[in-house]
């Protein structure tokens, strides 16, 4: 039987690195999971296997992509109601709020490519007001009391808020990842039912911490 990561590598299915998969092949044969590698935008792999040591350098030299990866992989891997879209063929509206950390990253990231039918549009404002109705919102602000005031806006509405500043899922938000020495992912369940948004399962067996009913549980 295949573990949740081996199910959730074969599903990103994105175009690869080719020195990362050159590098690949010179692993030893025997390893389950050779083979595998999709490139930056398969993050879940980079969860799997934090010590993996290819993926690891490539995650400290390039934590922009992984980070475009990771917005785009939790199209696959988290659940909205259908009132989050104005019609079955809506696009997904992938929100910038505050400074642009990515910048060209993002629409290579997402060009050409759709999830359960839909494309991606990308949107980039400095408040929330400027900013159209979006699936994904990563809060790019550095100040924590701008971050918390965008959470209390966005709250219970269903939005994926998502960012990479240490404090916040204490302030409100859903998912914090980083990408610095490893990388990972940290979700607040009680904020993503608030929001009527669902993880799932196999995000959550990859995820570092996960709050759940007020309580920090650590997964890895």
Request: glycine residues 8%; contains cysteine.
């Amino acid at each position: 039987m295949k573990s949740a990561c081996e199910i959730m590598m074969n599903n990103a299915g994105a175009t690869g690195s080719a020195r990362l998969r050159g590098e690949m092949r010179l692993l030893p044969r025997r390893l389950p999971w050779a083979g595998c590698w999709a490139g930056f935008v398969g993050l879940l792999f980079l969860l799997c296997l934090p010590c993996f040591a290819a993926g690891q350098e490539f995650a400290k030299a390039n934590p922009s992509n992984v980070e475009a990866a990771f917005l785009r992989n939790f199209a696959r891997y988290v659940t909205w109601p259908a009132h989050a879209f104005a019609d079955e063929s809506s696009p997904w509206g992938i929100c910038i709020l505050g400074r642009d950390p990515f910048g060209e990253v993002l629409e290579k990231t997402f060009a050409g490519r759709t999830e359960q039918g839909r494309t991606f549009e990308i949107f980039r404002a400095d408040t929330l007001a400027e900013l159209p109705p979006c699936q994904i919102v990563f809060v790019a602000y550095q100040d924590a009391a701008r971050r918390r005031a965008a959470l209390t806006g966005l709250k219970n509405r269903p939005v994926l808020t998502v960012a990479n500043a240490s404090g916040f899922l204490r302030e409100g938000g859903i998912i914090r990842f980083q990408v610095s020495d490893r990388v990972e992912m940290d979700v607040n369940l009680d904020q993503a039912r608030s929001a009527s948004l669902k993880i799932q399962t196999k995000m959550l067996e990859v995820a570092h911490e996960v709050v759940e009913n007020g309580v920090v549980r650590r997964r890895r």
